[in-house]
């Protein structure tokens, strides 16, 4: 049987997360309830669909995502969120391309840059993909501040270079670049500029190459 959960402490639970973007269980702390307590009473919460969890333990409240989408929002919000359940990280890749049209294929969920390992994380409101790269080269990119969301995301041509080159050991020749479908008329001398400080500053000659194809 089910230990059933306090009425009112799962109200004050519901009172307290309601105007966050996410929270935890340390983040209920002030609330006078054990923490073993606190993990029924958010298990519960989440099977009546009243909090939805991100990720083991991140948990957003349903009124909270009622309000973002009723200030449309919800973008923004899943921009922040991506910071969020993986840091340190940065939106780019296929997100930022398809963002900028340089990529003529649309992408499917959103597609980070983080110094931790490749990691997908899947919740109720989309996929998340993060892909590991060195830490010399964890740069190039901005934050944005929308509303109250603070977001990460790379400029259009560390994007490019981010792209590239996690696929620079499965590059075989200039058809296989052409096969990826990036819209070089949609660059830009200042991106492509970017993209080849990127370049140098990795140093390997196939990534010189592949940005030789991107200049002619």
């Given at each position: 049987m089910k230990k059933q959960i306090n009425t009112s402490k799962a109200r004050e639970v519901k009172d307290l997360v309601k105007a966050?973007?996410?929270?935890?269980?340390?983040?209920?702390?002030?609330?006078?309830?054990?923490?073993?307590?606190?993990?029924?009473?958010?298990?519960?919460?989440?099977?009546?669909?009243?909090?939805?969890?991100?990720?083991?333990?991140?948990?957003?409240?349903?009124?909270?995502?009622?309000?973002?989408?009723?200030?449309?929002?919800?973008?923004?919000?899943?921009?922040?969120?991506?910071g969020v359940l993986y840091a340190p990280s940065y939106l780019s890749l296929e997100y930022v391309l398809n963002e900028d049209n340089i990529l003529s294929e649309s992408s499917f969920g959103f597609s980070?840059?983080?110094?931790?390992?490749?990691?997908?994380?899947?919740?109720?409101?989309?996929?998340?993909?993060?892909?590991?790269?060195?830490?010399?080269l964890f740069s190039g990119f901005k934050t944005e501040e929308k509303g109250s969301f603070l977001i990460y995301k790379a400029t259009t041509g560390k994007a490019l270079f981010d792209f590239l080159y996690l696929r620079k050991n499965i590059i075989s020749d200039e058809s296989f670049l052409s096969s990826l479908r990036i819209n070089k008329d949609q660059i830009g001398e200042d991106a492509f500029q970017e993209f080849k400080k990127y370049v140098e500053i990795e140093a390997s000659k196939k990534m010189k190459k592949i940005a030789e194809f991107y200049a002619s």
């Open positions: 966050m973007p996410y929270f935890t269980v340390e983040s209920l702390s002030c609330l006078d309830v054990k923490e073993y307590y606190l993990k029924i009473i958010l298990s519960r919460l989440r099977e009546r669909g009243e909090i939805v969890s991100l990720k083991r333990g991140i948990y957003v409240s349903g009124e909270y995502l009622n309000q973002v989408k009723s200030r449309n929002t919800w973008n923004e919000y899943m921009e922040f969120l991506c980070m840059i983080s110094t931790k390992k490749t990691s997908t994380i899947k919740n109720e409101l989309g996929s998340f993909h993060y892909h590991n790269i060195k830490e010399d």
